[in-house]
């Protein structure tokens, strides 16, 4: 089978949306597999705070691309479309539906859109930008990034740091605008069919759900399983480690927060991920937009995509 024929059914949407649970449900009733499209999922180790589906919850439906690194490990949107062009083409070879879920937009950009051509890292000026960091925040780069490339900084966070850093590396590597490349590329090579389902909903309901997640994350024992990291050797510092959950309750061990400070930034921070999550989505003019119920009408759309 040519790539060209192979169609992929995306499953989309900001934390707590109830993606997986859909995808789960769709691909019993299509016989399909599911391929993650969250790049902290890939973790493994890492399963309160990534809200990782269990065994159970995966119904028997095949889940590729869950528990395939180490926190330590380098893991970015070339190495999860390098993993995930085979799997598709397998999944796809033995006549089977193929669905990609997951909320890391990058990730489901670059699989279906290419990689861009970017200058590798220089290690002197990150280390040097790294050094700024630590020295005066990330916010303080953030303005940096502002005056340079008022897009970029629209689009990144000034909490995330290392895209401020990957992004003015490559600034000062091309001496252009790093949005400007991104424009450029394009992200158009479609490699394969695609089928964007990107689920939404109220905003208060949505917001309810990260709440309640969020405290079931502490309940279940995301404490734990962060103090269980440390005590691996995976050092606070690790991109992974300071992803949502894992970072606040760093903090709360070090005593900068105390328990009721750090469940209440871990809701507040989630709920800004989930917005800029659907920010990232709606600049996407292929996606079809969904409530998380509206099962009869998601099932008619991936049966006229199957055809």
Same mark, same amino acid.
């Given at each position: 089978m040519n790539d060209q024929d192979i169609k992929?059914?995306?499953?989309?949407?900001?934390?707590?949306?109830?993606?997986?649970?859909?995808?789960?449900?769709?691909?019993?009733?299509f016989d399909g597999e599911i391929i993650n499209a969250d790049s902290m999922q890939v973790y493994r180790y890492m399963d309160i705070g990534t809200a990782k589906p269990s065994l159970n919850e995966r119904k028997g439906i095949v889940h590729h691309l869950i528990d395939v690194a180490d926190p330590d490990d380098e893991f970015n949107a070339s190495r999860y479309r390098e993993l995930t062009i085979p799997?598709?083409?397998?999944?796809?070879?033995?006549?089977?539906?193929?669905?990609?879920?997951?909320?890391?937009?990058?990730?489901?950009k670059t699989l279906l859109g290419g990689l861009m051509e970017c200058p590798p890292s220089d290690s002197a000026l990150r280390n040097e930008l790294i050094n700024e960091c630590r020295a005066n925040g990330s916010p303080f780069l953030h303005r940096r990034l502002r005056m340079l490339d008022n897009e970029?900084?629209?689009?990144?966070?000034?909490?995330?740091?290392?895209?401020?850093?990957?992004?003015?590396?490559?600034?000062?590597?091309?001496?252009?605008?790093?949005?400007?490349?991104?424009?450029?590329?394009?992200?158009?090579?479609?490699? +394969?069919? @695609?089928?964007?389902?990107? %689920?939404?909903?109220?905003? /208060?309901?949505?917001?309810?759900?990260?709440?309640?997640? =969020? !405290?079931?994350m502490m309940k279940a024992g995301l404490i734990d399983e962060t103090e269980a990291l440390l005590e691996r050797g995976y050092s606070p510092e690790l991109r992974s480690m300071k992803s949502l959950g894992y970072r606040h309750v760093i903090s709360y061990l070090k005593k900068e927060w105390n328990l009721e400070e750090m469940i209440f930034h871990l809701?507040?921070?989630?709920?800004?991920?989930?917005?800029?999550?659907?920010?990232? +989505?709606? @600049?996407?003019?292929?996606? %079809?937009?969904?409530?998380? /119920?509206?099962?009869?009408?998601?099932?008619?759309?991936? =049966? !006229?995509?199957?055809?």
């Open positions: 992929v059914i995306i499953i989309a949407g900001p934390t707590a949306s109830g993606k997986s649970t859909l995808a789960v449900a769709m691909a019993r009733e799997i598709i083409r397998k999944i796809s070879g033995e006549m089977k539906k193929c669905f990609v879920v997951g909320g890391t937009g990058l990730y489901i970029s900084a629209d689009r990144i966070h000034p909490n995330d740091k290392i895209r401020i850093i990957r992004a003015l590396e490559i600034i000062a590597l091309t001496g252009r605008p790093y949005s400007s490349i991104i424009m450029e590329h394009g992200f158009n090579e479609r490699p +394969f069919h @695609a089928l964007k389902i990107c %689920i939404n909903m109220d905003r /208060d309901l949505l917001y309810d759900r990260i709440n309640n997640r =969020s !405290e079931h809701k507040q921070d989630t709920r800004r991920y989930a917005k800029r999550q659907l920010t990232w +989505f709606r @600049a996407d003019a292929e996606v %079809i937009w969904v409530k998380p /119920d509206d099962v009869d009408f998601i099932r008619t759309k991936i =049966s !006229e995509f199957i055809g």
